[in-house]
């Protein structure tokens, strides 16, 4: 970083540990100091580093690396800060995220996760306990047939003398060593139960009505799982069983074609168990019994809650380097998660454990190859001396070993395809889990076991794999694949034909546009219904009218609404009326010879004027009658003078009763 011009600023913490470093460095030298100065800066080659990172303490960081993700909060970052952590990568760095996800990986590839992935199950999950009862029951079925295949060829063959050291012991059942008989019904109930497994794949098993009976019941089981443990564990015999040999031999082909994990089995049905959430190999164990296994799960309530163990079919046959199990570590990266771009490395390394192989016994020593582990134990005196005393080689001794053995070519066409490819499928089952996020990329671990046909197995995927110098492997490979790592992350940035160095690009999905999320989106589809119901009645103009004039605060009632005139002013007006008639007709009228008849003019006048807006044509119309009932006064007024004021209409309109009165 430095030689590509990047200044580290260091935290609180690195500079805590800094000083406490230099504090014991200083303690351990003082016997030097006649030339401290010169000695410190010797020492520390780091002190203008030091003091360009106190420079930049208050600058942004464009780059982080750190161990652990939950460090920083990625979400707190600005999209031009790199960081070497996604979040939610536990979908599948984690052995129950794995075991999930992988189920879900005929959704993504038309591949099948039984050819690359050990069974697997969530004990805590009570569908999942009853399926691996099933499994463990039917896997020691074929167990049992590999047993009994697999020790006839032993005696006919002649290859391990206590075989027959057995056989002479069962043709003397005298001595006291001689080993207990076990019905061959036993191998009868086995192949039946194998016979149902394969009309089951087959889908024949629909065709049984619900009322026939299982193959065993559980009394049945119980006793079956009793005997294959004397047989499988405890080293008893079958008796009569030759004449079965070839029924178990054709069964066992048949099962090979339907079942991928057969030749991985073996005979002793071994399960691994594994807490979900821990790493380096802590709290792994093994075990071959069927309530050994349900009740070291069940003695941890709080981990069979959380749904953290996980038991794992155990690779009963892997191949074996001079009699010692191995497991390989290796290295891939993941740039980006939209479009997926995965990197593999080309270079791994072969973790050893210190003891031969066995099956005889299920110490850790054996069967676990982590290093965290292996490192506190002595090597067995009986392992072979090529194997290193830190338990570890480079991928080219592998390679040399193969070549020993006339299987070098393997490692080419067989082992590092399988890889590549079990890794692609492991990222694209998780691929939807996980928070895709521009500048940021993450180094993980994949570790393998090979059976022998070379074939790669998934065991696990490490998130933050360890880079510690360890050994004389890791501090060769571990400062390689991170220097590798940053030419992959900084340099193809600005240069895409530059040096990515080891690492090899496997994978790069087509990208797939995310639609930019907006809240809460609610549509509701349908159609229209037809109304069959008559409209209603259309409302008057009226009520149209108030409408559009605004919305009424308050509705009134209709006393309130109309105001009445009062009623001494209705008699005056009536009065008067009635004496202006008068004496208009009397001016009007001709000779009494010319007269004709004249009909009275009765006014009808409304007893209430409603309070109308001004404008409206309702107060036009009520200006109107007020002007019509004032035409014959004037003309009176210019026979007989001029009429009293009263006559004429209020501007505001008092209160009168509510009988009607004509005028």
């Known amino acids: ?26 303690s351990s030298n003082d016997a030097d100091d006649d030339n401290s100065e010169d000695g410190d800066r010797e020492q520390d080659p780091d002190r203008l580093h030091s003091l360009m990172s106190r420079l930049v303490r208050n600058e942004m960081v464009y780059f982080y690396w750190t161990n652990r993700r939950d460090v920083i909060n990625s979400n707190s970052l600005q999209k031009e800060q790199i960081i070497n952590h996604f979040a939610k990568a536990g979908s599948f760095t984690t052995k129950v995220g794995l075991c999930v996800n992988l189920r879900n990986l005929h959704w993504f590839d038309t591949a099948d996760a039984d050819t690359f992935f050990p069974r697997c199950y969530r004990l ?35 290859e391990i003398s206590h075989i027959l050291q057995d056989v002479q012991w069962h043709r003397k059942p005298n001595k006291p060593r ?58 008893a015999h079958i008796e009569r069983s030759e004449h079965l040999v070839s029924s178990c031999k054709a069964m066992l082909q048949r099962l090979e074609k339907v079942s991928p994990q057969l030749g991985i089995d073996g005979a002793q049905n071994i399960w691994i168990i594994k807490p979900g959430a821990m790493s380096r190999g802590r709290g792994i164990k093994c075990a071959k019994r069927l309530d050994h296994i349900l009740r070291l799960v069940d003695t941890d309530p709080a981990l069979t809650k959380e749904s953290k163990w996980v038991v794992q079919k155990y690779i009963e046959k892997p191949l074996l380097v001079h009699g010692t199990k191995f497991d390989v570590r290796q290295w891939f990266l993941v740039t980006d998660w939209n479009p997926l771009t995965v990197w593999f490395y080309k270079k791994c390394y072969l973790r050893f454990s210190t003891q031969l192989y066995s099956l005889d016994t299920l110490d850790s020593s054996v069967h676990l190859c982590n290093n965290s582990i292996q490192k506190h134990l002595r090597p067995s005196q009986q392992r072979h001396c090529g194997i290193p005393a830190d338990n570890m080689w480079l991928d080219d001794q592998f390679k040399a070993f193969l070549a020993s053995q006339g299987k070098e070519a393997l490692w080419e066409t067989v082992v590092v395809p399988g890889m590549k ?11 939807d889990l996980m928070e895709s996020r521009k500048n940021t990329f993450e180094l993980y671990g994949a570790d393998f076991m090979l059976d022998l046909s070379l074939h790669p197995w998934l065991i696990e995927i ?56 907006l809240g809460m989106n609610l549509v509701v589809e349908g159609f229209t219904v037809k109304n069959l119901c008559p409209l209603p009645p259309l409302r008057s103009s009226y009520q149209s009218a108030s409408k559009r004039l605004g919305p009424v605060k308050e509705k009134v009632s209709t006393s309130e609404k109309v ?8 008699k005056r007006v009536e009065s008067k009326i009635r004496s202006s008639e008068a004496l208009l007709s009397a001016a009007l009228l001709p000779e009494p010879s010319l007269a004709k008849p004249v009909k009275s003019l ?20 009520w200006k109107r009658r007020a002007e019509g009932s004032n035409v014959q006064p004037q003309i009176a007024e210019k026979q007989q003078g001029s009429l009293p004021q009263e006559m004429i209409a209020p ?13």
């Open 1 to 26: 970083m430095r030689a590509r011009g990047w200044i580290e600023q260091r935290m609180q913490g690195s500079k805590q540990q800094n000083h406490q470093s230099s504090e014991s460095r200083t």
């Open 124 to 158: 805590s999950a009570q569908d999942e306990r009853h399926a691996f009862i099933e499994d463990y029951r039917r896997t020691a079925c074929t167990s049992l047939l590999k047993y009994v295949v697999e020790r006839d060829q032993k005696i006919q063959g002649k």
């Open 178 to 235: 001689c080993k207990p008989l076990v019905s061959s019904g036993i191998i009868t109930s086995a192949l039946k139960v194998c016979q149902e497994y394969l009309e089951s794949l087959e889908h024949r098993d629909i065709d049984k009505t619900p009322e026939a009976p299982h193959t065993l019941t559980q009394e049945q089981w119980a006793e079956f799982i009793n005997s294959y443990y004397l047989v499988a564990h405890g080293g």
């Open 421 to 431: 490819t079990t890794i692609i499928h492991a990222v694209q089952t998780a691929q």
């Open 462 to 517: 490490n998130a933050s794999p360890t880079m510690a110098p360890s050994t004389s492997v890791t501090a060769q490979l571990c400062a390689a694949v991170q220097e590798d790592t940053l030419r992959v992350v900084l340099d193809r940035r600005v240069d895409r034909a530059a040096n990515t160095g080891d690492f090899q690009l496997i994978y790069r999905q087509a990208a797939v546009e995310v639609p930019q999320y």
């Open 563 to 570: 105001q009445p005139l009062p009623r001494m002013f209705l």
């Open 602 to 621: 009765t006014m009808h006048l409304p007893k209430t004027f409603p309070p109308v807006g001004r404008g409206s044509h309702s107060g036009q119309l």
């Open 651 to 663: 501007k505001q309109p008092r209160k009168a009763d509510s009988s009607p009165k004509s005028v």
